[in-house]
């Protein structure tokens, strides 16, 4: 394949993701040179399970400023408070990824696996946990510390109250980036903490996505988030020599084909293949 230049690349994109069913936004960012590459990065979309990784960030911050320990057991039990109203609400199983957390309703598990569950598996009601520790209050507060003033986490998952009132959880892929690009220069809690984030984020178990077509010895520390007509991927890919750079891609208005993961793959793996040649 012959070698492209950036101009070329950022050409490619453009046309694949006007070409494509739905609507798209990427955020590019090579940590090394500082090139970038930018696609309706500041068009709203609904959060998903991307939200989740501020969440993480929050929890991470708040242990290091001592207010509990990563290892605190806590208490797996399904009543969720709305935002709206306070009242309960219990999380399905049935819509939940993280399945198996529910077998340790009314027994502990540590807030260390609570958040590896969040990440890895994308646990709903181990996300409702651990929001209700830290107060989504918080997570919005320290995001905007770091600059990522778009992103919002109103709210727990599933909380069907606040959805009906359009309180919901929404992001773009400009601040996913800026989150993700803080993580792995070790630039936000502390370079232990943030070491830690994406050890659990290099074991995401959904890899449809950004890591489906690189090569198995790059690693991508990555959270997904879909629900229906929405597809999202963000994370950080760290190539064998320790180069990394951040790639966020976001899709809404999708129909139910099974290319839209492909599509995102497909752009990952265009990225890839240029920088690896830098």
């Known amino acids: 394949m012959a070698q492209i230049n950036f101009h070329e690349l950022e050409n490619n994109i453009k046309n694949r993701l006007d070409s494509a069913k739905g609507t798209y936004a990427l955020a590019f960012r090579n940590l090394q040179t500082g090139e970038t590459i930018f696609y309706n990065e500041r068009e709203e979309f609904h959060a998903a399970s991307t939200m989740k990784t501020p969440v993480m960030l929050e929890v991470f911050k708040q242990a290091a400023e001592g207010k509990f320990l990563l290892d605190d057991s806590i208490l797996v039990k399904n009543e969720i408070k709305s935002i709206v109203d306070s009242s309960f609400y219990q999380m399905d199983i049935s819509d939940d990824g993280g399945e198996n957390l529910y077998k340790f309703i009314g027994s502990k598990k540590t807030i260390r696996q609570l958040v590896y569950d969040m990440i890895t598996v994308s646990s709903n009601l181990a996300t409702n946990i651990l929001i209700d520790l830290i107060g989504a209050d918080n997570v919005m507060m320290t995001m905007h510390d770091i600059g990522a003033n778009v992103i919002k986490v109103l709210r727990g998952v599933e909380d069907i109250k606040a959805y009906d009132r359009g309180l919901n959880n929404t992001t773009d892929a400009y601040d996913l980036m800026l989150i993700f690009e803080k993580i792995a220069n070790g630039d936000v ?31 991508v520390a990555h959270k997904t ?10 994370g950080i890919i760290i190539l064998p020599d320790g180069r990394k750079y951040v790639l966020v891609i976001l899709s809404k208005n999708l129909d139910e084909s099974k290319n839209n993961s492909a599509v995102q793959a497909e752009l990952s793996r265009m990225i890839y293949d240029y920088v690896i040649e830098k």
């Not at 290099?202 to 010895?217: A, T, Y």
């Not at 988030?225 to 963000?234: A, F, Q």
Request: some cysteine; aromatic content about 2%; charged content about 25%.
């Open 225 to 234: 988030g879909s629900i229906t007509g929405v597809e999202h991927d963000s």
């Open 189 to 219: 809690v502390s370079s232990e903490a943030c070491k830690a984030m994406v050890n659990i984020l290099l074991d995401q178990k959904f890899n449809s996505r950004i890591p489906s077509l690189l090569p198995k010895e790059v690693k």
